[in-house]
């Protein structure tokens, strides 16, 4: 399990961009028949990538997590981003297809990740935070989350929103997540910016070119710091940034949230001119 320390408030604006990766980006996630787990700070998340081929992979826990197994004291989001595969947990077993979000609830022993065709494996993306009360483990097909429609092809943000887990669809500690994808011809991601001080966010993009970027926007309205990221990497936004972001095609991402409270509309929006 690798660890990323971030910078605070007042460091970040004199980091150098490979200071500020250090601090807020994954590594690439997804390697053939590996797990790759990542421990950032910020609220305590763990973020990890896991791509079964021709054997099952196993949840493993960490010496630095000082836990007998993985979910003890944590809940745990699962989207597959890849092909088709499995989850099973606790001897129960769920299918996921595509863009399909998985639930793992606190106490949770064994959980195993396993792809249908190693040919065409599944990427399972697990986003992970403590948990003080044990739920129900959820599996949220796609067709099954909530689905919003926002923006407009005039300000390049035409986007569907689908939140997976969240409040009347999983019963969560305080994970929320879901998947936004954009339409083809829009770029920005969320529009206008905004932070919620009391929760933190994680996103991680994909479905794009290899050859393509997404410009994350990070820090305070008047000290913004832009990182290029390509795709199926991970960035930690502590409360006090804002996050944003406008890539050079459409894609896809997925947000994950962590914190005080678990209300969609608790943001404090930022103008675009605002920014600096």
Known sequence: MDFMFSADIRSYKNMRNDELREAFVTSPLFEKGKINLTYTDVDRGVVGGIMPTSAPIKLPTHKELAADYFCQRREAGVINIGGSGSIEVDGESFPMSNKDSLYIAKESKDVTFSSDDEQNPAKFYLVSYPAHRVTKTVHVPKS?????????????????????????????????????????????????????????????????????????????PAEIRPLSLPREVAIASPMWSIHSGVGTTNYTFVWAMGGENQEFDDMDHIQVSDLS
Request: hydrophobic share 30%; with cysteine; charged share 25%.
């Open 144 to 220: 099954q989350a909530q689905t919003i429609d926002m923006g407009s092809q005039e300000t390049s943000n035409k986007r569907t929103i689908f939140q997976s887990i969240r409040p009347g669809i999983v019963d969560s500690c305080q994970l929320v997540m879901g998947i936004t994808e954009l339409k083809p011809g829009s770029v920005w991601n969320t529009k206008p910016p905004h932070t919620h001080f009391r929760r933190t966010e994680i996103y991680m993009y994909f479905d794009l070119p290899e050859e393509e970027r997404v410009f994350h926007l990070m820090g305070e």
